[in-house]
């Protein structure tokens, strides 16, 4: 049986190949946004209606109108670590940049080096004068190092005074205030970047969309490298995300599949947390599937009618399979989309991509030929999006991780 770790998610296309090129778009450098806001929910907003091609203009604080009651508004609530630490390499002084992605084990990390033809496994580099020392222990995939960091204390409070917050390469001015690159309800640490999208709520925002009668279902998914890494194949599909770890509590899990059972949508903020509740109902089908409680060849198994699911005429109702059957475990519901757990995923959502959950989006616009680009491209079809991205360009709209934001409803 394949781990979620060992199986590449991917999808099916609608044609043999699309051009990574397909995605592109003119950027202006001066529409880069550089700084935060000062008020979070006075971003700009654009309203793409995924139907039609409509957009409208409006602020985020706004965005409440364009939800409704029922719904559900999913958020990522991880937490950026200050993951950039810069050093010298022991008894050559050279400088280095180490970026953290992900921890292995214990004090083990995936960290990207630079420079990176002079960080060989047995490399010795020393931070804040060797308050932290990391030995560079192995050269993995993309040529990323594992190194492995001794010191005295508590790491994350080491981290917290060595550390930098691991900003973009195309914000160039220094951030004053580390916390406005964290999100409002930012808590489960291990980010090297921000879920962006989330950076427009404040407390007084999404307390106004709970009294609405919208309910909040808190994910966390950990951005890693896919963050950092451009498109270099020619074709979309050509092109491999990293792993990264997502979680889904028992409690988010419920109110997702409860809203979706009352005929709710599902808003999702950030592509992030779109990629996991997705990756969560992907990995559910598995299970289903390995446990045999669906059909297969066309046929159902004989164990499914003998727990006496709902039938017509002596068969069973067409839909059933569909809206998902109960396990042996009794853990997952009829109807279902969701379950609660962890893993990794590295799914990659391109046009052709059919959501499973995800009725919405809230997102901030994106670097051109990105794989985010694709996502909101796969949910609002291309040249949709890509007319709007125009449009917000034409209007001057503020860009990237720092820059406005973008409704796909």
Known sequence: MQTSMERRITVKEVRDSMDVKDFYYELPQELIAQDPLEDRSSSRLLVLKKGNGEVEHTSFRHIIDYLEPGDCLVL?????????????????????????????????????????????????????????????????????????????????????????MPLPPYIT?????????????????????????????????????????????????????????????????DHHMHFEFYQISEEAAGIINETKRRGGRVVCV????????????????????????????????????EEGLPAQNGEVREGVLEEGLPSQSGNMRTGDVVQAGSGWTDIFIYPGYQFQVLDALITNFHLPESTLVMLVSALAGREQVLRAYRIAVEEKYRFFSFGDAMLVV
């Open 76 to 164: 990522n609530n991880t937490k950026v670590i200050p993951a950039r630490l810069f050093g010298e390499r022991e008894g050559t002084g050279g400088k280095v940049e180490l970026l953290l992605l992900k921890r292995r084990e214990n004090d083990v990390w995936e960290t990207l080096v630079k420079p990176g033809k002079k960080a060989r496994p047995g490399t010795k580099i020393l931070f804040g004068g060797g308050l932290l020392t990391g030995e560079v222990q192995d050269i993995v995939e993309d040529g990323n190092r594992l190194v492995k960091f001794s010191y005295e204390g508590i790491f994350e409070e080491i981290l917290d005074k060595l550390g930098q």
């Open 173 to 237: 001015h220094k951030l004053l205030d580390k916390n406005r690159y964290q999100t409002v309800y930012a808590k489960e640490e291990g980010s090297a970047a921000a879920p962006t999208a989330g950076l427009h709520f404040t407390p007084e925002l999404l307390a106004q969309i709970r009294e609405k009668g919208i309910s909040i279902a808190e994910v966390t998914l950990h951005v890693g490298l896919g963050t950092f890494r451009p498109v270099k194949t020619e074709q979309v599909q």
């Open 270 to 305: 950030g592509t992030t947390s779109c990629r996991t509740v997705e990756s969560a109902a992907r990995d559910l089908k598995a299970k289903r599937q390995q446990e045999g409680m669906l059909a297969q060849n066309g046929e159902v198994r004989e164990r499914i009618l």
